[in-house]
């Protein structure tokens, strides 16, 4: 329990700092990779779940940079299945590398799957990936439905690359397949020229008027996030708005994020971090690794302090190497 009474049950996990993509916001070229040494071992991951499991931690999401180009990834999330207290697995990946991949991560264990896709136009995501294909990634998405992972959410940040063809296509997708669609404001964790293009406010008024349809609140929770969600009458899935910057919901906020260099962040839009590698690595008690665990609980803030009229910090970690 934080000191301001919030339970922290949600540990994200980032099993690597590297990626296949490029993306523009996210991680941007100049960014240097963390040497193969300072990253967790997947051993040193498990142990420290273990951990943190006893103390409250229930659900697991993986990231990365992108969490499928690390080898043994599959091996990984059936060990933490094998957690009694762990009860909800996840992923977030940019979905090219999925396709052959679903089925046997649905089978060691993984639940759920949030899938990053900013734009369907295939130059710009060209551009704003800067090295993806993005008919890989609409494979990604497919295979993910076959494979039974439930739900299926895509994330797509709202950056100048949005435009109204694609919210074309997220009103088909979420009408005809059971996908959730989350809008997420742009946060100042890289180039600010990304920010650009739709509000929320205004996503939700050209979602309605393009589908003819009103937006009506949807009765049942996705996930475990900060997303608000909608729905049509008569569509199979939802749109979620996830605003960080012009509404804030910090004081619901239940996570804490674990580095691939084995720092724990107590708020992501925060410098914040608990190291839990070195002690680990200089053979530190569960008694020791949970009390850090607690440390970082107690060192989550009642809120930042973000929004565009002031100005945004120069954080010292970009999203990628944090895991977002």
């Not at 949600?10 to 490029?22: A, I, P």
């Not at 900060?226 to 199979?236: C, D, E, I, Q, V």
């Not at 530190?284 to 302090?305: C, I, N, R, T």
């Not at 002031?310 to 895991?323: A, E, L, N, T, V």
Request: proline share 5%; hydrophobic share 40%.
């Amino acid at each position: 329990m934080t000191k301001i009474k919030r339970r922290v049950s949600y540990l994200r996990v980032s099993v690597t700092d590297r990626c296949n993509f490029r993306c523009s916001y996210c991680m941007p070229h100049g960014i240097d990779w963390l040497d193969q040494s300072e990253i967790l071992s997947y051993e040193e991951m498990l142990r420290l779940i273990s951990v943190f499991a006893r103390e409250g931690i229930t659900n697991v999401r993986l990231t990365g940079g992108e969490p499928l180009v690390r080898k043994g990834i599959v091996d990984f999330v059936r060990e933490i299945s094998k957690i009694n207290t762990i009860h909800d697995i996840s992923m977030t990946t940019n979905g090219s590398l999925l396709p052959p991949m679903a089925y046997p991560l649905r089978e060691a264990g993984l639940h759920r799957v949030n899938i990053s896709l900013d734009t369907v136009n295939p130059e710009r995501f060209a551009k704003i990936t800067t090295c993806g294909c993005l008919e890989d990634t609409l494979l990604g998405i497919e295979s993910a439905l076959e494979a039974g992972l439930k739900p299926v959410k895509l994330n797509a940040v709202l950056t100048n690359a949005l435009c109204l063809s694609d919210l074309e296509y997220f009103i088909k997708i979420v009408k005809t397949k059971p996908i959730s669609v989350r809008f997420i404001e742009y946060m100042p964790m890289g180039p600010w020229d990304q920010v650009g293009g739709f509000v929320v406010s205004e996503v939700k008024k050209l979602l309605a008027s393009t589908a003819q349809e009103s937006l009506v609140n949807a009765d049942v929770a996705v996930g475990l996030g900060p997303a608000r969600y909608y729905r049509f009458s008569k569509g199979k899935g939802t749109f979620g708005f996830i605003t960080p910057i012009s509404e804030h919901f910090c004081e619901a906020c239940n996570r804490l994020r674990l580095t691939a260099d084995g720092k724990l962040k107590p708020c992501l839009l925060s410098d914040n971090e608990v190291d839990v590698k070195t002690p680990l690595r200089a053979g530190a008690s569960d008694k020791e690794l949970a009390e850090l665990f607690h440390a970082a609980v107690m060192a989550k803030p009642e809120g930042h302090s973000l929004c565009r009229s002031s100005g945004y910090p120069d954080f010292q970690r970009k999203m990628s190497q944090i895991g977002g």
